[in-house]
């Protein structure tokens, strides 16, 4: 489980990162990503309905979307608001091309050190 001061859990939080933050892809993972001023990157996860109407899924997914971030976010650089958006695909995604397709994104958005 992510720390406490690594987690993104505030509504007002997540609307800021929406409306002011840029937007990367990478296949299936979409990222909204702000400065947040803070020493540390915070990340938050949003998985609807859109991707499944099974909350197990939803949820399984948003687990191993957190272990994935858990593992690299000594690799990330520090003060950022990150919103981690799977899309839905034709078949429900396997776990190491899910973290592939994180990874990318991060890349994209220029977040590792």
């Keep these: 489980m992510l720390a406490l001061e690594n987690r993104l859990v505030a509504g007002r939080d997540f609307?800021?990162?929406y409306k002011?933050?840029?937007f990367f892809s990478f296949e299936?993972?979409?990222l909204k990503v702000a400065k947040n001023g803070l020493e540390t990157t915070r990340v938050g996860f949003s998985?609807?309905?859109k991707f499944s109407p099974?909350?197990?899924e939803r949820n399984q997914v948003k687990r191993w979307l957190r272990e994935i971030v858990k593992k690299h976010l000594g690799e990330m650089k520090k003060g950022f608001d990150v919103i981690v958006m799977p899309k839905k695909e034709a078949?429900?995604?396997v776990r190491q091309k899910l973290e592939?397709?994180?990874l990318s994104a991060i890349?994209?958005?220029n977040l590792l050190i």
């Design 28 to 30: 299936n993972i979409v």
């Design 47 to 49: 998985v609807g309905l």
């Design 54 to 56: 099974r909350a197990v």
């Design 100 to 102: 592939q397709n994180l």
């Design 107 to 109: 890349l994209r958005g």
């Design 91 to 93: 078949t429900f995604p």
């Design 15 to 17: 609307n800021a990162v």
């Design 20 to 22: 002011c933050g840029r």
